[in-house]
């Protein structure tokens, strides 16, 4: 079974920090490029970060830049989002999802896999 399990979320002050983890099993991990996404209530989802399969080239979304950093370690079929200095709008429920060639502005591409999502809170 195809599977992407998120964890790591949880609620944190602002200015405070959290690492996702996604872990994935049932496909092979190393052709895939891994993204993040979030969505909060009454908005769209958004891209937030996605590394590449073949030479980990990574995207972040302006808002995140400088703050948040995506990595994968194969070894382990696991992506992280280290998330620093976090904001009240970063709040969202966050989903990994995995794609032969999600990339560029957006982490845009078709999606293959999605996982469950882990809720990011942040407080004022």
Not at 26 to 45: L, N
Request: charged fraction near 20%; glycine fraction near 14%; hydrophobic fraction near 30%.
């Amino acid at each position: 079974e195809v599977q992407l399990v998120e964890s790591g979320g949880g609620l944190v002050q602002a200015g405070g920090s959290l690492r996702l983890s996604c872990a994935a099993s049932g496909f092979t991990f190393d052709d895939y490029a891994i993204g993040w996404f979030r969505q909060a209530p009454g908005k769209e989802r958004e891209g937030v970060s996605c590394i590449f399969s073949s030479d980990d080239n990574t995207y972040y979304a302006d808002s995140v830049k400088g703050r948040f950093t995506i990595s994968r370690d194969n070894a382990k079929n696991t992506v992280y989002l280290q998330m620093n200095s976090l904001k009240p709008d970063d709040t969202a429920v966050y989903y990994c999802a995995a794609g032969l060639d999600i990339g560029g502005t957006g982490c845009t591409g078709v999606i293959d896999y999605w996982g469950q999502g882990t809720q990011v809170t942040v407080s004022s």
